[in-house]
Nanobody
Framework: QVQLVESGGGLVQAGGSLRLSCVAS????????MGWFRQAPGKDREFVGG????????YYADSVKGRFTSSRDNAKNTMYLQMNSLKPEDTAVYYC?????????????????WGQGTQVTVSS
């Protein structure tokens, strides 16, 4: 089992940047594919990006491609989401999640462990 804690959210103006972190407990972080999801008020949770177990591949939703970058440091049990050129429509609670799947997946049902979320608010 793994516990996840996100941090780094906050209020930023449009065009600004934020870096989210997701710290995992336990010694098996490198055995999990990781993902970022977000949920805006009144909307369904959506996939933002994913990264494979060893970090050699990353995947993004079209809405954030070219602006967001996911990375991980398995030695520190930490995953990151660098968010640049933020837009008001990026406002949401952002969650990190862990999956046992080989490769990557955008399907939330494939992620067994979730963090509590961190709020990102982008003002216009």
């Amino acid at each position: 089992q793994v516990q996840l804690v996100e941090s780094g959210g906050g209020l930023v103006q449009a065009g600004g940047s934020l870096r989210l972190s997701c710290v995992a407990s336990g010694r098996t972080f490198s055995s999990y594919a990781m993902g970022w999801f977000r949920q805006a008020p009144g909307k369904d949770r959506e996939f933002v990006g994913g990264i494979t177990r060893n970090g050699d591949s990353t995947y993004y939703a079209d809405s954030v491609k070219g602006r967001f970058t996911s990375s991980r440091d398995n030695a520190k049990n930490t995953m990151y989401l660098q968010m640049n050129s933020l837009k008001p429509e990026d406002t949401a609670v952002y969650y990190c999640a862990a999956s046992r799947i080989v490769g990557w997946t955008r399907a939330s049902e494939n992620y067994a462990y979730w963090g509590q979320g961190t709020q990102v608010t982008v003002s216009s």
